[in-house]
């Protein structure tokens, strides 16, 4: 009878696995749970869902390019697919195509798909040709470096 009772009152070691036991489910209850079903971890890719979809690529030179992604490494390299530059000049904007595209991830800035509805608005209001994107450039270009040029006149009387 002394044994049934020994058996029946729980351990030291008993005790710890239980406590152990109860942190575990408290650490898996507390983990975070993405939309995709994932936990986050490195066995799981933000980019997994964004395979095969337009997206919008700025870059740490601020350079944009917009084109289908393909595929992707570990260090965010991507691959874009049907890119093409994007320029702007105020408002306006025109694009120069690259065809396939490789980018080093660490130049990405910020990735994100693009919405095609309020692409198709954006380009039907705002997009020209390339010759009147490189004349209103220019034309910036110029304005910028006379306005420059009138601060600097303004200084140099003080």
Known sequence: MSQ?????????????NNGSQQQQRQRDDDKTLFPNGSTGGPETSALVEEIDKKQLVVLRDNRIFVGVLRSYDQFANIVLEHTYERLYVG???GEISVG??????????MLGRVD?????E?????R????????????NE???AESTKRQQVEFDMY
């Not at 049934?4 to 710890?16: F, I, L, M, V, W």
């Not at 396939?100 to 800035?109: A, D, P, Q, T």
């Not at 095609?116 to 198709?120: I, K, L, R």
């Not at 020209?128 to 034309?139: A, Y």
């Open 4 to 16: 049934q009772g020994r058996r029946s009152q729980p351990t030291r070691q008993d005790k710890r």
């Open 91 to 93: 408002p306006k904007f």
């Open 122 to 126: 954006l380009e039907a209001k705002n």
């Open 128 to 139: 020209i040709s390339m010759e009147d994107m490189l004349q209103l450039r220019q034309e």
């Open 142 to 144: 110029e304005s910028t």
């Open 116 to 120: 095609e509805e309020a692409e198709a």
């Open 100 to 109: 396939l595209f490789i980018i080093r991830g660490e130049n990405v800035m």
